[in-house]
């Protein structure tokens, strides 16, 4: 369980947040609410704490709504050579309006091909992504780069050494 404080501190960044990927001003958001633009500031500031009710009335004003989904967590395996490998506990989606864009992974993940930018739209090119993804990233690398409903679509295309691959299969078999 969480504490109030920061129950507190995550809406105020969701109404923040929310306000800033749509454009609103605050007073505009404000407006939209039925609030004022001084109650909208002192939310998101912490000086004041809104109500469930009105944080999805305020998200809702720029466009989006609470959801509870389940928390995905992830295993560490250690592997014989090498760094370890995170195994999730379950499949994600990316975002559709950003899961075709083309992708350069940063040095740590793709120290072989610095730079290098893969087309997600071409198979070969996202399986080489997974690829990389898979052995060489932490979890929030996995929960970035790689859309669950593609994996499963690319897997039998990917080449990972064996000891990866099983530690994956029965999530990809659960999930398809």
Do not use: C
Not at 2 to 21: H, N
Not at 22 to 27: D, F, K, M, N, P
Not at 54 to 59: K, S
């Amino acid at each position: 369980m969480y504490p109030i404080g920061y129950a507190m501190k995550m809406a105020v960044q969701i109404i923040e947040q929310a306000r800033l990927a749509a454009g609103l001003t605050q007073q505009a958001m404000a407006q939209q609410a039925g609030t004022s633009r001084s109650t909208l500031s002192a939310y998101e500031r912490g000086r004041k704490s809104p109500n469930l009710e009105t944080v999805e009335r305020l998200i809702e004003v720029a466009g989006y709504e609470l959801t509870l989904q389940h928390r995905i967590t992830f295993s560490k395996i250690e592997m014989a050579r090498g760094r370890p490998i995170f195994v999730p506990d379950q499949l994600w989606r990316l975002d559709v309006s950003t899961l075709f864009d083309p992708v350069i992974l940063p040095l740590a993940l793709n120290w072989s091909r610095p730079g290098h930018e893969y087309e997600v739209r071409d198979r070969r090119q996202r399986a080489r992504l997974y690829e990389v993804v898979i052995r060489e990233g932490m979890p929030q690398d996995l929960m970035a780069y790689i859309d669950g409903a593609l994996l499963i679509d690319s897997w039998n295309e990917l080449v990972l050494p064996r000891n990866v691959r099983a530690h994956w299969q029965s999530l990809i078999e659960t999930a398809s």
